[in-house]
């Protein structure tokens, strides 16, 4: 089992950043691949950011492209979302995931291990 717990979230004004983290616990060495992602009420929950954790290769949903950044600190087993540029239509609840497939994509089935999420909200 893996334990995933997000922090960092808040609230910001348009054009404003935060820092999200995801800290991991427990048979991290079984995940391949690890995600965030977003939700918003009466929405799906939707993939931002995913990253592969054998070659650090990233991929980003094309509304944040360019103003979020996905990385990782194996050592820490920590995972984080910078994310720059904030936008109203950015505000969602925010979960971390975690895959035992090594070339996840968005498909929520993938995600074997997810956190409890963390609130964002973007003011204008």
């Known amino acids: 089992q893996v334990q995933l717990v997000e922090s960092g979230g808040g609230s910001v004004q348009a054009g404003g950043s935060l820092r999200l983290s995801c800290a991991a616990s427990?048979?991290?060495?079984?995940?391949?691949?690890m995600g965030w992602f977003r939700q918003t009420p009466g929405k799906e929950r939707e993939g931002v950011a995913r990253?592969?954790?054998?070659?650090?290769?990233?991929y980003y949903t094309d509304s944040v492209k360019g103003r979020f950044t996905i990385s990782q600190d194996n050592a820490k087993n920590t995972l984080y979302l910078q994310m720059n540029s904030l936008k109203p239509e950015d505000t969602a609840i925010y979960y971390c995931a975690a895959s035992k497939i090594y070339w996840c994509a968005w498909r929520l089935d993938e995600y074997n291990y997810w956190g409890q999420g963390t609130q964002v909200t973007v003011s204008s």
């Open positions: 990253i592969y954790r054998t070659d650090g290769s990233t």
């Open positions: 427990g048979a991290t060495y079984s995940t391949r691949c």
